[in-house]
């Protein structure tokens, strides 16, 4: 009988820590992969498009309007994300800092090539980064501290089409 009750106990207890486990990867985990990149869509950097009438999310500005590039479709950035606050933006109002020392979507380690040096991307669909801002002031401190060029985002876009 004791034998019995200790069973049920430990088989709980392995249950319940496999559920908080699943729990805490699943808060842990990035809400979607980008829909042409595949990285982790961070939350700072959101950007949602409509592509050829579909809704769909980008890792980052930068690979929305890659996007049109490629693919030649009809990219319309829908909603951009304020990089320090996670706040939604309009892209109407919204202000870019392109070419920053900043970017959420560099997290792989460049190759090793046969000089031992890290290999150098001469394409990265994302960058040079392109960070969004609700207000002029707010992109000019970020470029203050880390580089890159503050423009509105509709500017940002043209330079893609
Ligand atoms: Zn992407």
New binding site residues.
């Given amino acids: 009988m004791r034998g019995k009750t200790f069973l049920l106990l430990f088989t709980a207890l392995i249950l319940v820590s496999g559920l908080s486990y699943a729990g805490w990867r699943y808060l842990q985990a990035p809400d979607h992969n980008?829909t042409?990149?595949l990285?982790p869509v961070h939350r700072n950097t959101v950007t949602k498009a409509l592509v050829n009438g579909k809704h769909k999310q980008?890792?980052?500005p930068a690979?929305a309007l890659s996007d049109h590039q490629q693919t030649h479709a009809t990219v319309q950035v829908t909603s951009l994300t304020e990089f320090t606050t996670g706040i939604t933006l309009h892209p109407e109002t919204a202000f870019i800092v392109r070419g920053s020392d900043r970017t959420s979507?560099t997290h792989h380690q460049a190759p090793i090539g046969p000089d031992k040096q890290p290999v150098h991307a001469h394409f990265d669909?994302?960058s040079p980064s392109l960070l969004a801002f609700s207000s002029r002031e707010k992109a000019v401190a970020f470029a203050r501290e880390h580089g890159g060029k503050v423009m509105p985002f509709a500017d940002t876009a043209a330079f893609f089409q």
């Fill in positions: 980008c042409a990149c990285r980008y890792c980052c690979c979507c669909r994302c």
